[in-house]
């Protein structure tokens, strides 16, 4: 298999799966425990983009035009992450027993964000391993 598609099928097929998932649960008018999970509504939200962002800096750090650099993959990523968001928002909106929330857009932004956490953490260990 050429190497290009490996990359791709390694990275960004795991990104768009990931958004499916969430377009087709967007797409459900009643979620099973959703009573429960309304407690959790924004966090849940929050994690669901963190992840989602995190998925799409690794695509565009590991394959795509640009060149490994940090910063605009993550920035690329975060973008793609609240775009996203921003659709699936007014997805919802036309999906009986859902609606269009800022909110939600707004949690879906800040996981999209806090996305870099992971990899601040990575990239101080990997420094600190190397001093060592």
Request: hydrophobic share 50%; net charge neutral.
């Amino acid at each position: 298999m050429n190497e290009s598609i490996k990359l791709f099928c390694r990275y960004w097929c795991i990104t768009i799966c990931y958004m499916l998932v969430i377009f087709f649960v967007s797409d459900t008018s009643s979620i099973p425990m959703a009573s429960f999970f309304s407690k959790f509504d924004k966090l849940i939200h929050g994690f669901e983009y963190t992840i989602l962002a995190f998925l799409a800096f690794r695509s565009f750090y590991n394959f795509s035009i640009i060149n490994k650099d940090i910063v605009s993959s993550f920035i690329a990523g975060a973008a793609l992450a609240i775009l996203y968001g921003m659709t699936d928002e007014f997805h919802q909106s036309f999906v009986p027993g859902r609606h269009y929330d800022n909110y939600d857009l707004l949690a879906d932004a800040l996981g999209a964000v806090f996305s870099i956490l992971p990899v601040i953490i990575y990239l101080k260990i990997k420094k600190d391993h190397k001093s060592l």
